[in-house]
Each structure stands twice: as structure tokens, then as C-alpha cells.
């Protein structure tokens, strides 16, 4: 178990062992939900991107575009574990 210590501010640092255990890096948001008793759930916060977010990381990356018959093989050998 870790034990932190509030500051009279009410604050409180977490080390850096307890952020690498919770995938958290410089920037990131953390996630609180309180429970009954005077319990919590610390967990990193995720953001939710959007399907045009996504595209648009891959937009100008080729020259090249792909046929349906391209798409559907390439989709075909990911399913049966090819490369």
C-alpha cells in the first residue's frame, strides 16, 4: 500500500512509481470516482477520439489508394493470422 500525505492546500504529489503504475505520463488527466465509505478509484483518463479523428491521423501519410478487392483481401489475411 502507499500512504500520501495532503498539504495543507490539500494537495496531493504522487510519486512517480505510482503514476508509472497507472500508465499516467507529464500532461495527462486522472480520473476520480468516489465510492461509498470514503473509498475512491484512481485511474488514468482516456480520451475518446472520434472515427474522423482517427482518419485524419492517416490522411497525407500515401500516394497510393487501395480498390475495394485491395481492402477486402488485405482484410482476408489479417483474419487468417498472414501477414
Do not use: C, S, Y
Not at 4 to 24: P, S, Y
Not at 44 to 61: C, D, K, N, P
Amino acid at each position: 500500500m502507499t500512504t500520501l500525505t495532503v498539504t495543507a492546500r490539500g494537495q496531493v504529489t504522487l510519486r512517480k512509481d505510482v503514476l508509472q503504475h497507472l500508465g499516467i505520463r507529464p500532461g495527462e488527466k486522472i480520473e476520480l470516482d468516489l465510492l461509498p465509505h470514503g473509498r475512491g478509484v484512481l485511474k488514468a483518463a482516456r480520451r475518446t477520439g472520434t472515427i474522423g479523428g482517427f482518419v485524419g491521423l492517416l490522411a497525407g501519410r500515401t500516394n497510393k489508394v487501395a480498390t475495394i478487392e485491395e481492402i477486402n483481401a488485405a482484410i482476408a489475411q489479417g483474419w487468417a493470422g498472414e501477414k
